[in-house]
């Protein structure tokens, strides 16, 4: 089992879990004579795991833990210094066996430790990534916004969206044997989307504060994406897409997606001066990412309390993947650093203020 208490940089933390994830066929990087697949969860395995986690927070951790063992979860209390920083966090995260591999592969979960008075030291944000493997780079510009947010938790995936055959089409993607974290309707990615995001986790003095579920995705327009000329349809399309996944909207706009829009294009880095084009789904633009079957979002909407679900779509320029920087003869490593940086702080000026709506989810369809 793992040590109780670890401390280091939290995004070498993500990125060491980032490579071990199984792939489509379900083997282990580095470990290919070792496969496994994902396991559906049950009702009562996610609400027993739910109610570790509130108590871990609480300050209950022996309870907490010897629940959360029954499952082949373990709970970390890590304590973040990279960069010079120096914060708390609990994570839950399944143990492997002797061969690498985890039985259940439901994911990784980050959270904040809670104050005395029972609120979130983090702000009432949740950022979430789906598609660890699928949508490239994604829990590197993830973890970084969720640093640069201060955010509540982090979510991460813990296997291939396609591992499964219920997770490859529309019919069967929100079944319960679905690999695909953005559809699935049973899974405990789902059930702590819902029960660790509401409001009443953030009781301060100025009353309860509307949460924010951000889940970030990626998606291909570049012709030379993969280091050679391939036909893609969405091209033309700007860097980054903005949804709220309504599809009712009917060109409606939605106030706190235009704000993020022109922060985005306003704000160039101070290293880097290059905008970063954005587009809005409305109901109409952008349809084919608008995110409207995204089952977390549409929990989220149906709550009424506030909350809002906000889905980012990036593309290869914004998540830097190793592909698009190699065509381009750029370093990136270097040029993530800037750009997710960049990233996160945009986040953080929109979604944190005081004076305005904090409320964002970020996902892909």
């Known amino acids: ?18 490579d071990q994830i199984p792939v489509q066929n379900g083997t282990i990087p580095g470990r290919k004579d070792v496969k496994t697949s994902f396991q559906p969860s049950l009702p009562a395995a996610n609400q027993d795991i739910s109610r570790a986690i509130a108590s871990a927070r609480r300050g209950d951790l022996d309870s907490a833990r ?13 304590l973040d210094i990279g960069r010079g920083r120096n914060r708390d966090y609990l994570v839950f995260r399944e143990e ?44 590197q510009l993830g973890i970084r916004a969720f640093i640069e947010t201060n955010a509540d938790s982090f979510f991460i995936a813990g296997i291939h969206r396609y591992n499964t055959e219920a997770s490859k089409t529309s019919a069967t993607w ?5 690999s695909d974290m953005a559809h699935n309707e049973y899974s405990l990615f789902l059930q702590l989307a819902e029960d660790f995001t509401r409001p009443a986790a953030f009781n301060r003095i100025r009353g309860l504060r509307a949460t924010t579920v951000v889940q970030i995705h990626g998606f291909g327009n570049s012709d030379m994406e993969d280091g050679k000329w391939t036909y893609n349809p969405k091209r033309t399309y700007p860097q980054i897409v ?3 996944g309504d599809e009712s909207l009917q060109g409606k706009r939605v106030p706190v997606l235009d704000r993020l829009s022109h922060e985005f294009w306003k704000r160039a880095s101070a290293e880097n001066d290059q905008k970063m084009t954005t587009g809005v789904y409305n109901g109409w633009e952008f349809s084919d ?29 914004i998540r830097v993947t190793d592909g698009w920087a190699r065509v381009r003869q750029i370093d990136a490593g270097a040029d993530r650093i800037v750009k997710h940086r960049h990233f996160g702080r945009i986040l953080k000026l929109v979604l944190t203020a005081e004076d305005g709506t904090a409320q964002f989810m970020t996902q892909k369809l």
């Open 242 to 244: 903005l949804s709220n």
């Open 66 to 78: 010897a629940i959360a063992t029954l499952y082949g979860y373990s709970i970390i209390e890590y």
């Open 1 to 18: 089992m793992a040590q109780v208490a670890q401390r280091g940089d939290i995004e070498e933390y993500v990125a060491k879990f980032r």
């Open 289 to 317: 990412l608008g995110a409207t079957g995204n089952i977390v979002g549409r929990r989220i909407r149906a709550r009424g309390d506030g909350s809002t679900f906000i889905h980012m779509e990036t593309d290869p320029s």
């Open 174 to 178: 929100s079944n319960a044997t679905s």
């Open 96 to 139: 492997p066996d002797e061969t690498g591999a985890c039985r259940r592969n439901w994911g990784m979960y980050i959270f904040a430790k809670l104050g005395l008075r029972g609120s979130s030291y983090g702000t009432p944000l949740s950022i979430q990534v789906p598609h660890p493997l699928f949508d490239m780079d994604t829990p």
